[in-house]
């Protein structure tokens, strides 16, 4: 069935390091892939997204890339800093069966990123 | 202004309730869904709807029914509470031609 997965639930690093978040998907249909931050007390946050014709993306001290090849993803922040501590959550969608509109966004189990000062 | 806005934020009852969440969005796009995230952070899908039709219903158990007046707006009920039914429950709108969901705040439900 369809699943997307992390390698790491968690992440501790040093302000201003760089931080890389990974995901596997095993659904090879999956052709468009997108990077959720979720603070406390608050809802998913749309962080960067990247689709199946794509293998890097990058948008302002994040960047996502995509491997298709080995079915991996991953989200690097550049210069990571205390407000960047959150709960990171990978997503994939897909095309439904007609191919005209696209399905249920799918989740992963998300990775707590702790940020040191 | 809050792009998807539900309330309450915060709703504790009792087993055996009756209780409803609602959900707006001011987006303008025509899919709205409902997901619950458990105690380990793990969001689900339960319930999406496209222009006020439902087009995906998760083996949400009958006491949970989405209500869709307008395709702005997105309500779920919740009969007969149970201790299980304890989550926090987002609402998002988005999706449409492949672009990313927007969530709300969450609901965060208690049944004691």
């Known amino acids: 069935g369809e699943s997307v997965g992390l390698h790491l639930p968690t992440l501790s690093v040093q302000e201003g390091d760089n931080s890389i978040i990974n995901c596997a998907y095993s659904n090879s249909a999956s052709d468009y892939f997108i990077w959720y931050k979720q603070e406390s007390g608050k809802g998913p946050q749309f962080i960067i997204d990247i689709r199946s014709n794509m293998d890097k993306r990058q948008g302002q001290r994040v960047t996502v890339l995509l491997n298709k090849t080995v079915k991996h993803l991953s989200l690097q922040i550049a210069a990571t800093q205390p407000g960047d501590s959150a709960v990171y959550f990978c997503?994939?969608?897909?095309?439904?069966?007609?191919?005209?509109?696209?399905?249920?966004?799918?989740f992963g189990q998300g990775t707590i990123l702790t940020v040191h000062p | 202004d809050t792009a998807v806005s539900q309330t309450p934020k915060y709703l504790v009852t009792q087993m055996g309730n009756d209780k409803s969440i609602k959900c707006e969005q001011n987006l303008g796009h025509d899919t709205m869904y409902w997901y619950k995230q458990d105690s380990k952070k793990f969001l689900k899908i339960m319930f999406s709807?496209?222009?006020?039709?439902?087009?995906i219903n998760e083996t949400v158990p009958n006491r949970f029914s989405p209500k869709s007046p307008d395709k702005a707006h997105l309500n779920l009920h919740i009969n007969s509470l149970e201790l299980g039914d304890s989550a926090v429950y987002f609402c998002?709108?988005?999706?449409?031609?492949?672009?990313?969901?927007?969530f709300g705040n969450g609901t965060r439900l208690t049944v004691t």
């Open positions: 998002a709108a988005g999706g449409d031609r492949g672009s990313p969901l927007h």
């Open positions: 997503a994939e969608i897909g095309k439904n069966a007609g191919g005209t509109s696209y399905g249920k966004l799918t």
């Open positions: 709807y496209n222009n006020k039709e439902l087009i």
